[in-house]
């Protein structure tokens, strides 16, 4: 079974904002669908230093320092199960450079970012942008912040 793990960035600038990634490449290039910042990870490795590692892998800086909180876990409908975190920070998204990926692409192997934005979000919009299954992660923190 697949697993992924992520970290929510967020900031009260005053009110909760959070920090959410357009994945890069062709399938996602018309598609308005943002999501944590998170990746793939196996059964050996800490879930946590997994979501900090694709973090710096995918905005291209460490993750901030301070307490993680524990969002739980969602299930995909691919079966794909991810565990979230989250943490209070702020970040300029005009310096976030993402690691990349290759795929063939129309015949040629082709190579893409693996975020190709990061951009900050009300809890509102945020909510309208991430895909259905990864809102829980967002209702957890909004609940945890009171």
């Given amino acids: ?3 992924s793990a992520g970290l929510l960035l967020f900031r009260r600038h005053p009110d909760l904002q959070v920090l959410l ?8 290039r018309h598609r308005d669908e943002w ?15 997994a979501a900090e590692r694709e973090f710096q892998e995918e905005l291209g800086c460490a993750p901030p320092p301070g307490h993680r909180y524990d969002l739980g876990e969602v299930r ?12 209070e920070g702020d970040l300029d998204t ?9 795929l063939l692409w129309h015949g040629r192997l082709q190579e893409f ?14 909510s309208l942008k991430m895909p259905e299954r990864q809102r829980p ?10």
């Fill in 35 to 49: 999501g944590i910042p998170k990746g793939e990870y196996d059964a050996i490795e800490d879930p946590l230093a």
């Fill in 113 to 126: 970012p693996e975020i190709d934005e990061a951009r900050w979000f009300t809890a509102e919009e945020a």
């Fill in 94 to 102: 005009r310096t976030c450079v993402s690691n990349t990926f290759f």
């Fill in 1 to 3: 079974m697949k697993r």
């Fill in 137 to 146: 992660f967002l209702e957890r923190l909004v609940e945890l912040l009171g």
């Fill in 76 to 87: 995909l409908k691919s079966g794909k199960r991810v565990v979230a975190w989250a943490v």
């Fill in 21 to 28: 990634a357009h994945p890069g490449g062709p399938l996602y």
